[in-house]
């Protein structure tokens, strides 16, 4: 069974600064890999997502996130942050499940931006 | 745009009730799915369908039920309510495009049960 270690529950940087999230993921195949963002009260929203091809991955809001198989790693990074980014992310592995696709999702990092 | 909604966004019930979480989507994606959230634990699949009348359980289906009569919508339902299912519920969609299309999701419903 697939499964993913987020393992930053919480992390603060300051706006205009460099950030880095991470994500860890298990699966025996090719994974199928996303990023997902929740601002306060609202669902969930795709960021970007990787299924094949160039590991580096362009997404909405200015972030990107790169594949290593090696590492099992799908970080997510953005080179300047802006304070309308403080949101929680989710970084998610899927599966198919007869036609659809089913996510395993991470537990979540909460990013605080200060000014 | 894909529009996911939710019949309520705060919801509270009793313990021992019947609840009725309703969500419509206007994609006419194949595939819904039902997760709840909770702090520390991120989101956990519920149930899904694949298909009208299709249901699948998730990771964490019991005390729960599902139905999907029509394409458009997909209910979840708590036969009997307990406070340890108070939390945040989220609906979601998808097309059965590739298989593995992105999920939209609908804005949540909280439920507290007393």
């Known amino acids: 069974a697939q499964s993913v270690t987020q393992p930053d529950i919480h992390i603060t940087v300051s706006e205009g600064a460099s950030l880095e999230l991470r994500c860890n993921y298990s699966?025996?195949?090719?994974?199928?890999l996303f990023w997902y963002v929740q601002s306060p009260g609202q669902g969930l929203q795709l960021l970007l997502k990787?299924?094949?091809?160039?590991?580096l991955v362009q997404g909405i809001k200015g972030f990107e996130a790169e594949f290593k198989r090696s590492q099992s790693s799908f970080n997510l990074r953005k080179p300047s942050v802006h304070w309308s980014d403080a949101a929680e992310y989710f970084c998610?592995?899927?599966?198919?499940?007869?036609?659809?696709?089913?996510?395993?999702f991470g537990t979540g990092t909460r990013l605080q931006v200060t000014l | 745009d894909v529009k996911v909604t939710q019949s309520s966004r705060y919801l509270v019930k009793r313990t021992g009730e019947k609840v009725f979480l309703e969500c419509v989507q206007d994609m006419d994606h194949e595939n819904m799915f039902w997760y709840r959230q909770d702090p520390g634990l991120g989101l956990r699949l519920i149930y899904f369908s694949y298909d009208v009348k299709m249901k699948e359980k998730g990771d964490i289906p019991e005390g729960y039920s599902v139905s999907r009569e029509k394409k458009e919508r997909f209910s979840l339902i708590l036969e009997s309510a307990s406070t340890n299912q108070t939390s945040m519920y989220l609906c979601?969609?998808?097309?059965?495009?590739?298989?593995?299309?992105?999920?939209?999701f609908g804005p949540g419903t909280r439920l507290t049960v007393t």
């Open positions: 979601a969609s998808s097309s059965s495009g590739t298989g593995l299309d992105e999920q939209y």
């Open positions: 998610a592995v899927g599966a198919l499940a007869g036609t659809a696709s089913k996510l395993t």
């Open positions: 699966y025996g195949a090719t994974p199928y």
């Open positions: 990787y299924f094949s091809g160039d590991t």
